[in-house]
């Protein structure tokens, strides 16, 4: 069975800090996701990482894909209150895509 | 707009009621997917269907009927429901392929009484 371990299962910071979310398999996937969800939404797809080491930046968000492709990790830098949500990593495996259990970021004003 | 429309958006019923909730999409793709997200649980894959054959079956109980009548439209029959079954399930769709991104509709938040 593949799984994927995010940390912190939780999070609350203050504006203008910097964080970072983990993301961890036993397992290789073909591309991992990341995704952000608001209260009584859906998911929104943020990043999709494919190579091995490969790492994409999106304004104050860097997502690095492992070497091994079995990890990967998200960097906000200077957190704003808009980004408070859920994210969500996600491996890419035949035609689905497994989700890790979460991390829930807070950013106080 | 994401392209994924759920409906009804919330809904309430007893353990004896037969209700269905509906998907649909608008971007072309070729994959359509079942999620149940309850608090505490990772997104759970309920079903999966790919050019409107079922692919997938996560072990879902009975009283969960999954319908694809088309690469469009996706249904969710209910029936006898448990409170535990008692969550947000979210309709997705992809290009089907190995990897590629899924866009997620914005849920149906239920409520077994």
């Known amino acids: 069975t593949q799984l994927l371990e995010q940390s912190p299962q939780f999070l609350s910071i203050q504006e203008g800090e910097n964080l970072t979310v983990y993301c961890n398999s036993s397992?290789?996937?073909?591309?991992l996701q990341w995704y952000r969800q608001e209260p009584g939404e859906g998911p929104v797809l943020l990043v999709t990482v494919v190579t091995g080491g490969e790492v994409k930046k999106l304004k104050r968000l860097t997502f690095q894909f492992g070497d091994a492709r079995k990890d990967s990790s998200l960097h906000i830098t200077a957190a704003q209150p808009g980004d408070t949500g859920l994210y969500l990593c996600a491996g890419g495996s035949s035609y689905k895509l497994i989700f890790g259990s979460g991390t829930r970021l807070l950013v106080r004003p | 707009e994401t392209g994924v429309t759920q409906t009804p958006r919330h809904l309430v019923m007893g353990m004896t009621n037969k209700k269905s909730l509906k998907c649909e999409q608008h971007l072309g793709h070729n994959a359509m997917y079942w999620y149940k997200q309850s608090a505490k649980k990772p997104l759970e894959l309920m079903f999966v269907y790919s050019l409107e054959e079922r692919v997938e079956n996560n072990s879902v109980p009975s009283r969960f009927s999954p319908e694809c009548p088309n690469s469009s439209h996706l249904f969710l029959h209910l029936h006898t429901l448990q409170p535990e079954d008692s969550a947000l399930y979210l309709c997705?769709?992809?290009?089907?392929?190995?990897?590629?991104?899924?866009?997620f509709g914005q849920g149906t938040r239920l409520t077994v009484v």
């Open positions: 997705a769709s992809s290009r089907g392929q190995a990897g590629t991104e899924a866009f």
């Open positions: 397992s290789v996937f073909s591309s």
